[in-house]
Structure formats: structure tokens, C-alpha cells
């Protein structure tokens, strides 16, 4: 099946501590990008990659740090320099051209304990 | 940077029931979509729309994109359809999207 899958569906982890979520795609798409969801709330942009090696942030990049060093894997790295981790991670992914349509994972529930 | 308005925050239906979801936009775009949420968390893409009208089974959107605006209409609503519907629009050649606050629905039986 083509889609987009990420890992684990829930995290938990202690304050001080990073965290990496998977995010993988199959649909041979140039772009991949990570949302934060907050309750009640829409998604706001972390960083996003248009091709292999290279990424920018988003509206809200600080505490998390990414990769692009395959085209179809786009860890997010959530580290303790965050200081409100707790959220609905959500990866998507597209063509990367300005008519494409957006392509989501089932997300990861992190919460700091 | 650009704002996104969904309107009404919250929506609750009878089964069977029609309604109209709205989004204003602050500027002008280049790219439209409509999602869904459903209760579990996963977004489905419901449409891509810039500008014109499209349907899709019971659920149609249009955009008029001169006056800055995109409705969802949802008809003979179910309670599968229950969840929250976002809007999202991009600025400039690609890839970064807007979300509005998105309008949260719930069908009763």
C-alpha cells in the first residue's frame, strides 16, 4: 500500500530527554513536512523539506531539529530544548509543486511526564 | 502573514441534516484544501480547491477566490462524517500551508 506511516503512535518521555519520530513515505514524494497539533487547535508548521539534504524551518522550528537524508524518511527530533513538547505530532508529505495536494500520516501522541 | 478563518467553531447535527463550514482568507492564494479529521486523528484530504465549485458524493466545495472565500457543504450528514474540518491555504509557489482553527462536528443519530 502507498501512503505514509509513523512511529511509535505514542511516546512518552521524561523531561530532559530527546525524542526522534518516524515519519516514512512510499509515495515517492519530493516533499515531506511536520505539524504540531495542539487541543482544540489547528496544525502549525515545524519544518519542512522540498528535496533530499536540505530543510527549513517552519513557524514554530525551536526545540526540534530534523533530517532529510533519504527522500523517503523525514525524522523529527523533539529535544529538551522545547519547553512544551507535549502535542499530536502529524507528517505529510506532496509533489512539492504549488497545486499539490497534502498527504498526512496517522500522527504520535507524545506526552512529557 | 496570511490569516485563516473558519467559521462556525462548532456544529452539531442531526443525522440527515445539511450544513454550510466557511473559510475567509486574508489574502489572496494559490492553492486551497479542505480537510478532515476524523476522531482518531488521521487528515484526509477532502478536496483541492483554489477557485470553482467540485463535489464529491455528499460533500461539495467552492472558492470564489475574488472575495477571498471557500465553503464546505456537507448534505444528508452522517455520523462518520462527525469530526473537525480544516481549511488551509498556501502563499507563494508551494508547499507551506496556512491552517485555520478548523470547525469541529458532531452528527447525532
Known amino acids: 500500500d502507498g501512503g505514509i506511516t509513523q512511529s511509535p503512535k505514542y511516546l512518552f518521555r521524561k523531561e530532559g530527554q530527546n525524542v526522534t519520530l518516524s515519519c516514512e513515505q512510499n509515495l515517492n514524494h519530493d516533499a515531506m513536512y511536520w505539524y504540531r497539533q495542539d487541543p482544540g487547535q489547528g496544525l502549525r508548521l515545524i519544518y519542512y523539506s522540498q528535496i533530499v539534504n536540505d530543510f527549513q524551518k517552519g513557524d514554530i522550528a525551536e526545540g526540534y531539529s530534523v533530517s532529510r537524508e533519504k527522500k523517503e524518511s523525514f525524522p523529527l527530533t523533539v529535544t529538551s530544548a522545547q519547553k512544551n513538547p507535549t502535542a499530536f505530532y502529524l507528517c505529510?508529505?506532496?509533489?512539492?509543486?504549488?497545486?499539490?495536494?497534502?498527504?498526512f500520516g496517522p500522527g504520535t501522541r507524545l506526552t512529557v511526564l | 502573514g496570511i490569516q485563516v478563518e473558519q467559521s462556525p467553531p462548532d456544529l452539531i447535527l442531526q443525522e440527515g441534516a445539511n450544513s454550510t463550514l466557511r473559510c475567509n482568507f486574508s489574502?489572496?492564494?494559490?492553492?486551497l484544501q479542505w480537510f478532515h479529521q476524523n476522531p482518531w486523528g488521521q487528515l484526509i484530504n477532502l478536496f483541492y480547491?483554489?477557485?470553482g465549485t467540485k463535489q464529491n458524493g455528499r460533500l461539495s466545495a467552492t472558492t470564489v477566490a475574488t472575495e477571498r472565500y471557500s465553503l464546505l457543504y456537507i448534505s444528508s450528514s452522517q455520523t462518520t462524517d462527525s469530526g473537525v474540518y480544516f481549511c488551509?491555504?498556501?502563499?507563494?509557489?508551494?508547499?507551506?500551508?496556512?491552517f485555520g482553527a478548523g470547525t469541529q462536528v458532531v452528527v447525532t443519530p
Open positions: 489574502d489572496s492564494v494559490n492553492n
Open positions: 505529510a508529505s506532496s509533489t512539492g509543486t504549488s497545486a499539490d495536494t497534502q498527504y
Open positions: 488551509a491555504v498556501m502563499v507563494g509557489s508551494w508547499g507551506k500551508l496556512q
Open positions: 480547491i483554489p477557485s
